[in-house]
């Protein structure tokens, strides 16, 4: 299968704290996307890094990206409640982009 | 303020019934997208297109057609809708790979809750 593995499915953690999560593929990552779904919406765009960059920033969002590895993460610092979303990362080649299967992230107040 | 507009937020159909899912975007995108997504399958690629009248199948296109007659609208059809159909359809575009506005990525409509009984 093409499709991402994300790293955790699912993970739980006080207002404040940082939220780690990771996606890897078995094919090669060409250009790597971070999106956000809230609970029954549609998917938001967060940030997109390029296969030649290793780590770009977006406010409290991070993003790396290992192309030998063939795997990037998301960081999200100082976290709030509002972040409580599922995350998914998507590699996207030519018109088409393969989704992970995503983390749902809980973030208590 | 609204970029990407699905028709229906929920939709129940009978099995055998023929279903059409429409979308509408704005921001006259080059691509657009049908993905399903089901729990613990993440979101799978169903057609997309990338002009007008062009359609390429995705991962799953088995059971759907679609239709691109004008940029801004992309419709995907069941042909005959079966309960193993029933799940989330979401719609996206995305800027042609040229215009610095891909840099943005996939715009999402609010996703169609289709139920097929």
């Known amino acids: 299968s093409q499709q991402g593995e994300e790293d955790p499915q699912a993970l739980s953690i006080q207002e404040g704290e940082n939220a780690t999560m990771n996606c890897s593929y078995k094919?090669?990552?060409?250009?790597l996307q971070w999106y956000r779904q809230n609970s029954g919406r549609g998917l938001v765009h967060l940030i997109l890094i390029r296969s030649n960059e290793r780590e770009k920033h977006s406010g409290r969002l991070r993003v790396t990206l290992d192309t030998s590895k063939k795997s990037s993460s998301l960081l999200i610092t100082a976290s709030r409640a509002a972040d409580t979303a599922s995350y998914f990362c998507g590699n996207t080649g030519g018109f088409k982009t393969i989704f992970g299967a995503g983390t749902r992230l809980f973030v208590k107040a | 303020d609204v970029k990407v507009t699905q028709s229906s937020r929920y939709l129940v159909k009978r099995t055998g019934e023929k279903v059409f899912l429409e979308c509408v975007q704005d921001m006259d995108h080059e691509n657009m997208f049908w993905y399903r997504q089901d729990p613990g399958l993440g979101l799978r690629l169903i057609y997309f297109s990338y002009d007008v009248k062009m359609k390429e199948k995705g991962d799953i296109p088995e059971g759907y057609s679609v239709s691109r007659e004008k940029k801004e609208r992309f419709s995907l059809i069941l042909e005959s809708a079966s309960t193993n159909q029933t799940s989330m359809y979401l719609c996206?575009?995305?800027?042609?790979?040229?215009?610095?506005?891909?840099?943005?990525?996939?715009?999402f409509g609010s996703g169609t809750r289709l139920t097929v009984v």
């Open positions: 094919t090669s990552i060409n250009n």
């Open positions: 996206a575009s995305w800027a042609d790979r040229r215009s610095a506005a891909q840099n943005y990525g996939y715009t």
